[in-house]
Structure formats: C-alpha cells, structure tokens
C-alpha cells in the first residue's frame, strides 16, 4: 500500500502567519494533532509542521496563544514522505524520527495529505503498528545538545 492510498486528503492546514489559537481552533474542529504548515492555500508548499504537543508546551505555557503566530512554534523542515511512498517506509520514517504524522508531499513541494499514526495503524498489520508505536514512544535522548532517538 502507498501513502497516497492511506492519507487524509482533506486537508486541514495553516500559514505561518496564523496565530496559535488559530491553529488550535481548526486542530479541535477537525479532530487533528498537527497541522501541516503551508505558504498558503492555493500553492501549498510545505514550510513546517506544527502539533497540538508545540502548542502545549511553548504557547499555553507562556499564556500567549492569541498574539504567538505559528512561525515561532513550528518545526520547520519537518519528516515528508511522498504520495507513492510505501507504508513499510513511511513507518520506517515513523519510528526513525519518533513521529506520529507525516506530511506528504508532490515533487512541486505542494502538501497533498497528511498521514498519521493512525491512517498506517488503520493498514498495516498489528505487529508492526505496535513496533512503530514502541518507537515512536521511546524517551529522546540527548547527545551534545541535540534530541536524537534513543536506539
């Protein structure tokens, strides 16, 4: 199965002028944990991500949802994967990165969907979405300053 075959289509987004509540507004009425981050509704092009878990910690801890725009809170250049991407890959992708979304992404740069935990879990046999589950969850370590995922 490709990636394009287990994505949400229907994508909700935002831009990197939105503000934080914005975001978090559209992440509750769509029933989403992230959001990709795009230059703007007609192009697409993917700029970043940003998650429910960004807002959370750097937003709502600061109490600033209303005036901090999404450019000061998102990861940019985030893990993509594309739509003919095979799921083993992208879960592969998954577990590297300790990520539980992927956007995908066309050649043109464009996000054309977004896959989740739960799109592959929804596909993938039981086994394996418990491995990406156990990886995804494992506690970053730190090396020299930077998160990298614990082996």
Do not use: W
């Amino acid at each position: 199965m490709l990636a394009k075959q287990a994505m949400s289509k229907e994508l909700a987004f935002c831009t990197p002028s939105d503000t934080a509540q914005t975001a978090a507004k559209t992440m509750k009425a769509r029933g989403v944990g992230g959001l990709p981050v795009v230059s703007d509704a007609e192009h697409r092009i993917l700029l970043g991500i940003v998650t429910d878990r960004d807002l959370c910690s750097a937003i709502i801890a600061e109490a600033k949802p209303e005036t901090t725009r999404i450019a000061e809170v998102m990861t940019c250049n985030p893990v993509t994967c594309a739509p003919d991407t095979k799921l083993d890959e992208c879960e592969k992708l998954m577990q590297t990165h300790q990520v539980r979304r992927l956007p995908v992404v066309n050649l043109q740069g464009q996000c054309v969907g977004m896959l989740a935990q739960a799109d592959v879990a929804l596909h993938a046999p039981a086994s394996k979405v418990a491995k990406t589950l156990a990886e995804i969850s494992k506690a970053p370590r730190i090396v020299h300053g930077v998160h990298t995922a614990v082996a």
